[in-house]
């Protein structure tokens, strides 16, 4: 026995490295200067404060369909604007879109954003007669370029997020010998920008006379700036650069990664041009302005330590400035799951679980008289299956920490869910009877789930803020776990009820009241249960939020559908008019009810009551419907056939 876990922890320590070897994969290979305390740096975006590294992760994803090297992407392109026009970003995938803008097709269908920027500027017209129609006219082509449009309008704001503190092309002289020529009128607030790298943020103090100064030159000396001195056309140049960048940049808003002063406005956290156009020059706000400069010329210098130097105290800093509105071991937690992809990891561990599992059976059906081999690779599936539910589990803490609301409220976060209870309810009904097909059972739906979560996962941050209305933990914390604890089981249910129809069917016999049926049994009620009380909790929560219990949303009456069935099929049951096939099929295409609930209400895009909508799915559903249908149907036909030739 010592021996069989003792090769049980091999095999346990073979997958585990196998999972973090994925993990580290897709991990970023970080370049020199050190990324932690940079990605750790507090941000506020889309309602909530997150690290700068989430905020990268949503965003490349965002523009490209990817969040590999995110945030050495979001460090160039805040630092170096100019080298990251040209880095090939945004993905265009519909051919139509670009033919219309007249781009190239390429394998991995990205363009930088000055080809598309340029595309989107040559064809102007056609660009806003698309967005002029109403958004209900527009074609998939259409569509897609208005996307192109906001994507090209949202990355120029990034791109100039900190343009405010990066040295400007426009430069003054020293004021010495012939340079000093008509130097006399110049005011001391101009003379102090001679002879320096200045930023936008150096000029904002002597603006007002740079202004008036060219103004009065321009009186004096006429348009014509040939005859203007190499002094005075320096100064005409930087009013104009500082004109052309503020135009371009002062809308500039995403990068919400400063302080507000106190008393500014009721947010903790600011852009940086929104503090220069608001006037902010605070101590602190100053404070911060030269740390991130500190932080651009040790980049373009690559000087490693003062990089980390001014990284550290930035992270620090901010920290300490925005007090109770940041928790800082949420955003370490956060940065932490994000490196280690849990998800991915988990998934890894319930496919090498199944694999274990796989080669036992293999190995028991060729080698009969070999028992030891194949407890061996059952002991390591079974470690691999409880480390896997671990990660799994400590992923939904993670994110509960985090957003500190209950895991359950967007798609993604109900698929976790449900994937790792059913991986739990996996195991336990596994010690409970020592069946293999419950630890072949909680691999699959691990896998599955894991997976299906990841496909609504591509549309940048999973971790949302929710709406208002939506945003109450108590109903939080009753209904809705109520309703995912229901969907997950009706999903075991679901497929316990598939494993008795293929192990009949393929056998020739009869489904009967035995072990398995007893357990399908239960497993529906507990499905009736939570189902039930959930969709009545669902009323109360929609009377005390809107005033009416029901209302027909979409998301209830989905719910009302998985009661429906449910009774309908145990009443069947109880009551001796379906017998134990009808029973049977009508619990596995359960699955099928839980989908159309789950994910099918989502896509009409009505009703208040919905934890996500989403579109693209339709064809994946009606695929998934059509084989459950024939499935079912061809184990509904072999059973009675049989029946039918046994009589």
Known sequence: MRIRHFIGSILLCLGIALSLTHARAMTPDMPRLEMRDFGQMPILHDGRIKPLD???????????????????WLRDTVFNPALAETFPI??????????????????DRLYSYQEVNKALMAHAQSVQSILDMPQKDWTQAQADIALIQQKIVDLSDLLASLSLILPLSAHIPAIEGDAAQGADALPDSLRALAGRNLTYWDTLAAQDDLYLYVQNMAKKQGSAIEGYSPLEQAFVHLAFSLDSLRLNAQISRTLRIFPAPKGAQDTPLISPWTA????????????????????????????????????????NQVMQATGDHVRARALHLEYIAAQFKPVQVSAVLYALALGM???????????????????????????????????HCCTLAVRVYVLQRPPVSTLFESILFVGAMSVLCGLWLYRNDGKAFWLACAGILGVILNILALSHNQDGDSMLMLSAVLNTNFWLATHVICITVGYGFCVLTSALAHYILGRHALGGTVPKQDHYQKVLHALALISLLFAAVGTILGGVWADQSWGRFWGWDPKENGALLIVLWLVWVLHGRISGQMRTTAVTSGLAYLGVVTALSWFGVNLLNVGLHSYGFTQGLAGSLALFVALESLYIGWAWYKITHHTQKVS
Do not use: C
């Not at 945004?90 to 394998?107: F, G, Q, V, W, Y």
């Not at 220069?276 to 210098?301: E, P, V």
């Open 54 to 72: 989430s905020f990268a992760r949503a965003k490349k994803k965002y523009f490209s369909g990817n969040d590999k090297d995110a945030l050495l």
């Open 90 to 107: 945004i993905k265009i995938t519909n051919p139509d879109s670009l033919n219309m803008l007249e781009l190239p097709r390429r394998a």
């Open 276 to 315: 220069a156009m608001n006037g902010y020059d605070d101590a602190r706000t100053l404070g911060h302005i030269a740390l991130w400069r500190d932080l651009a010329q040790a980049y373009h210098s690559g000087d490693h330590s003062a990089w980390n130097a001014s990284s550290a105290s930035l992270r």
């Open 357 to 391: 599992l796989g080669g036992a059976a293999l190995i028991a059906h060729l080698r009969p008289q070999s028992a030891g081999v194949p407890a061996i690779l059952r002991g390591g599936a079974i470690t691999s299956l409880i480390i896997g539910a671990i990660i």
